[in-house]
């Protein structure tokens, strides 16, 4: 559940939800290493800025996922 905040209301919660899925195929590294390298970064800089990551290791594992990328 995502919650916004709602300009002098107080905070209101708001829930996402799947409707359809379209062209639905699995994502591997055969078939979508370019895809999955920014999601996999995504999470990264994310970890990154909540602070369990600290620079170096972001960059650490970053330099890890492109080295992968290359192998594809």
Known sequence: MHTLGAKGSGRMAEQARLLDIENDRE?????????????QRAVLLTLKDK??????????????????????
Do not use: C, H, P
């Open 27 to 39: 994502i591997t590294k055969e078939t979508a290493s370019q895809f999955l390298f920014e999601y």
């Open 51 to 72: 602070g369990v990551l600290n620079e170096m290791q972001y960059r650490y594992v970053e330099e890890k996922l492109k080295k992968q990328l290359e192998q594809f």
